[in-house]
T-cell receptor, first 112, second 114 residues
Framework: GNSVTQMEGPVTLSEEAFLTINCTYT??????LFWYVQYPGEGLQLLLK?????DKGSNKGFEATYRKETTSFHLEKGSVQVSDSAVYFC???????????FGKGMKLTVNP | NAGVTQTPKFQVLKTGQSMTLQCAQD?????MYWYRQDPGMGLRLIYY???????DKGEVPNGYNVSRLNKREFSLRLESAAPSQTSVYFC?????????????FGPGTRLTVL
């Protein structure tokens, strides 16, 4: 079946620290990969996505590269800010379906 | 353009009571979804609707029913609430059948069943 495994945290970092959130996947077909972010008290919103191998998605200083050989889509940011405190979800969709399969989410807290 | 709206924002029920969670989108999207979010479980799909007039079960449909009233609205009903249904419920919508489409989420309904 299709599944996503990601770091669960919670993780606490200081402002300007480097962030990596690992995400690996299992898929029966050729997936599209997504990172969603949930700020406190809000719904999820798309952070970035990639649809084929070696594509890099980027937004708001975050980046993730679709690695088919390692079935991974790790999220990185070079210098986090307090405003990046949120829960981050890795997700995939397969085979033209719009349905998403989510990882369990990772809560990030950034302290000034 | 409000996006995806959900009502109510908060609700407390007693075991056995029923209620309907409402969701509406103004983006002319074909597909709509209901998820529940529980600590340590991520988001799990309850039901989805690929188009007006169709609905399908997701990963955790037991105890729920849905209605796709029209293209804009997709409601979730709990006929006899149980404490295990205490959760945060999110509605989402997406635009078409392209592989790369994006889901847009509402702000959520926090439900407590006593």
């Amino acid at each position: 079946g299709n599944s996503v495994t990601q770091m669960e945290g919670p993780v606490t970092l200081s402002e300007e620290a480097f962030l990596t959130i690992n995400c690996t996947y299992t898929a029966t077909g050729y997936p599209s990969l997504f990172w969603y972010v949930q700020y406190p008290g809000e719904g999820l919103q798309l952070l970035l996505k990639a649809t084929k191998a070696d594509d890099k998605g980027s937004n708001k200083g975050f980046e993730a590269t679709y690695r088919k050989e390692t079935t991974s889509f790790h999220l990185e940011k070079g210098s986090v800010q307090v405003s990046d405190s949120a829960v981050y979800f890795c997700a995939l969709s397969v085979g033209g379906s719009e349905k998403l399969v989510f990882g369990k989410g990772m809560k990030l807290t950034v302290n000034p | 353009n409000a996006g995806v709206t959900q009502t109510p924002k908060f609700q407390v029920l007693k075991t056995g009571q029923s209620m309907t969670l409402q969701c509406a989108q103004d983006m002319n999207h074909n597909s709509m979804y209901w998820y529940r979010q529980d600590p340590g479980m991520g988001l799990r799909l309850i039901y989805y609707s690929a188009s007006e007039g169709t609905t399908d079960k997701g990963e955790v449909p037991n105890g729920y029913n849905v209605s796709r009233l029209n293209k804009r609205e997709f409601s979730l009903r709990l006929e006899s609430a149980a404490p295990s249904q205490t959760s945060v419920y999110f509605c989402a919508s997406s635009g078409d059948y392209l592989l790369t489409d994006t889901q847009y989420f509402g702000p959520g309904t926090r439900l407590t069943v006593l």
